[in-house]
């Protein structure tokens, strides 16, 4: 049986997850008291269910602590379970709260909404250094759906490394485990002629691989994973996320996602380019 728990706060797209493993085929439950989580994989085990998805949230607080017991207890019936946390930027699901009109969970007459997202924050934590995470903020339902598709499929056996580019004037990725900043790499946005293209056009590459620093930063940054990625495999992580960043996250972090990529490939890689739509 493959068990997925879907985590993470309030308006960081959840019920888009498991709308998503739902039309996969799991039998999904939105906000299940973790105490009854054991009761439901044995029935819907006997049942002939074998793919459940489970959106387990900040109103399930009180139990939220005793998620590692239970996660290791399926585990040790047999049972393949994944754990997904959804999150987001403060600003951006103030904005969510604002255009939905929704109330947050944990609103009442003495906390402000922002004050209640980062309450919520710290109240998961501990769950979020468990899990998958994936940052929300700059992704559109479409894409955000792509990416749960790509989480399905995943060997939880093996280490899934997630290189990813981003902008820093979009700010930091939250999901990330390392970020490496390739700024000070030429820019080929100044070039009017590559300013359009992005990192995997030849183009842009030619013109970056005729730069020595570029080289130079590629191969620092791949002797650094190679160094420590197999100590993240003996402590059996499960995910790890490197996030490379330039200035506008389309020219020189994508070419150093691409080229990083193609050279751990024997690994489970992910890539995912936060800035390109």
């Given at each position: 049986?493959?068990i997925i728990l879907?985590s993470?706060?309030?308006g960081?797209g959840?019920?888009?997850?498991?709308?998503?493993l739902?039309?996969?085929?799991?039998?999904?439950?939105?906000?299940?008291p973790l105490?009854?989580?054991?009761?439901l994989?044995?029935i819907?085990?006997?049942?002939g269910?074998?793919r459940?998805?489970?959106?387990?949230?900040?109103?399930?607080?009180?139990?939220l602590?005793?998620?590692?017991?239970?996660?290791?207890?399926?585990?040790?019936?047999g049972?393949?379970?994944?754990l997904?946390?959804?999150?987001?930027?403060t600003?951006?699901?103030?904005?969510?709260?604002?255009?939905t009109?929704?109330?947050?969970?944990?609103?009442?007459?003495?906390l402000t909404?922002?004050?209640?997202?980062e309450?919520?924050?710290?109240?998961?934590?501990?769950i979020?250094?468990l899990?998958?995470?994936?940052?929300?903020?700059d992704?559109?339902?479409?894409?955000?759906r792509s990416?749960?598709q790509?989480?399905i499929?995943?060997?939880?056996?093996?280490?899934?490394?997630l290189?990813?580019?981003?902008g820093?004037k979009?700010?930091?990725?939250?999901?990330?485990?390392?970020?490496?900043?390739v700024?000070?790499?030429p820019n080929?946005?100044y070039d009017?002629n590559?300013r359009?293209?992005t990192?995997?056009?030849?183009?842009?590459?030619?013109?970056?691989?005729s730069?020595e620093?570029?080289g130079?930063?590629?191969?620092d940054?791949?002797?650094?994973?190679?160094?420590w990625?197999?100590?993240?495999i003996?402590?059996?992580?499960s995910y790890?996320?490197?996030?490379?960043?330039?200035?506008?996250g389309?020219?020189?972090?994508?070419?150093?996602?691409?080229k990083?990529?193609a050279?751990?490939?024997?690994?489970?890689?992910?890539?995912r380019?936060?800035?390109?739509?």
């Amino acid at each position: 049986m493959q068990i997925i728990l879907i985590s993470g706060l309030s308006g960081s797209g959840k019920s888009i997850a498991l709308n998503v493993l739902e039309d996969a085929g799991y039998y999904c439950v939105d906000n299940l008291p973790l105490r009854l989580l054991s009761d439901l994989t044995r029935i819907l085990l006997q049942s002939g269910n074998e793919r459940i998805a489970v959106s387990i949230d900040v109103r399930s607080i009180g139990s939220l602590t005793q998620l590692p017991q239970h996660i290791q207890a399926l585990r040790v019936r047999g049972m393949d379970v994944r754990l997904l946390f959804l999150e987001a930027k403060t600003d951006t699901l103030v904005k969510r709260f604002s255009e939905t009109r929704r109330k947050h969970p944990l609103s009442d007459d003495r906390l402000t909404l922002p004050e209640c997202i980062e309450h919520e924050r710290e109240m998961l934590a501990e769950i979020r250094e468990l899990a998958h995470k994936m940052d929300t903020s700059d992704l559109s339902p479409n894409v955000l759906r792509s990416w749960v598709q790509e989480f399905i499929h995943i060997d939880r056996s093996k280490l899934t490394l997630l290189f990813q580019s981003f902008g820093f004037k979009h700010g930091l990725p939250l999901d990330s485990d390392m970020v490496f900043d390739v700024r000070c790499l030429p820019n080929p946005f100044y070039d009017l002629n590559l300013r359009p293209l992005t990192g995997k056009q030849k183009e842009v590459v030619d013109y970056l691989e005729s730069d020595e620093s570029v080289g130079r930063m590629y191969e620092d940054i791949k002797a650094f994973l190679e160094t420590w990625i197999p100590c993240f495999i003996r402590d059996n992580r499960s995910y790890l996320s490197v996030s490379i960043g330039c200035t506008g996250g389309q020219h020189r972090s994508v070419y150093m996602v691409e080229k990083l990529a193609a050279h751990f490939s024997s690994l489970q890689v992910l890539i995912r380019h936060r800035e390109l739509k």
